[in-house]
């Protein structure tokens, strides 16, 4: 699904409370190289950090609509579509709602409980190439889509949680 992008370069995570992760994102045009560098970046900083299964424009600083995802290998993965870079996201279909526990780059302390679809579809397009896709996916991977495109609407998974019962320490395993 991806196109080949350039070799992207590792870009330190903006942390909340910073402006940028709760503002809505800007449309982008998938064909701007700067949007293939970006999408790139993405890729490369996602990759850089054990454990990031995705990652938003907003994150890197960036208020452009454009996400990064790969859930291959997570013990919670059901279903998985390989690394992508998606520009544009929009949620066309999102059912059988669970909660389930998240943590966030930008949110390095905490985890929370979030009701979110265990059934995705999303419709985006490819940085680099302009292709039109549809991505139908469950499980884990709708949870982590939802994740980044709450990111480029200003939300992070605390604007989601039921209330401070629903907050966690973040685990940390050696």
């Known amino acids: 699904m991806l196109p080949p992008l350039p070799d992207g370069r590792v870009r ?3 942390l909340a409370p910073a402006a940028v992760l709760s503002s809505a994102a800007t449309a982008v045009d ?4 700067d949007v293939v ?17 995705g990652l938003a424009a907003p994150q890197l ?9 790969d859930v291959t290998g997570h013990p919670k993965a059901r279903t998985g579509h390989g690394p992508m870079v998606l520009a544009n996201p929009v949620v066309v279909a999102a059912t059988r709602w669970e ?9 390095p302390d905490l985890t ?3 009701k979110r679809a265990t059934r995705l579809v999303l419709r985006a397009v490819v940085p ?5 896709v549809e991505i139908s996916t469950d499980a884990f991977e709708a949870r982590a889509l ?6 480029l609407d200003g939300m992070l998974f605390l604007d989601k949680v039921a209330g401070a019962h629903a907050l966690h320490a973040r685990q940390v395993y050696l």
Do not use: N
């Open 12 to 14: 330190p995570a903006v």
């Open 30 to 33: 998938p064909l701007d190289p």
């Open 37 to 53: 560098a970006l999408a790139a970046d993405l890729l490369a900083t996602q990759r850089s950090e054990p454990g990031c299964v």
């Open 61 to 69: 600083g960036v208020p452009w609509r454009v996400v990064s995802l």
């Open 99 to 107: 909660r389930g526990r998240e943590g966030c780059l930008s949110v």
């Open 112 to 114: 929370g409980d979030v």
């Open 128 to 132: 680099g190439t302009g292709e039109q």
């Open 146 to 151: 939802q994740h980044e495109v709450d990111h």
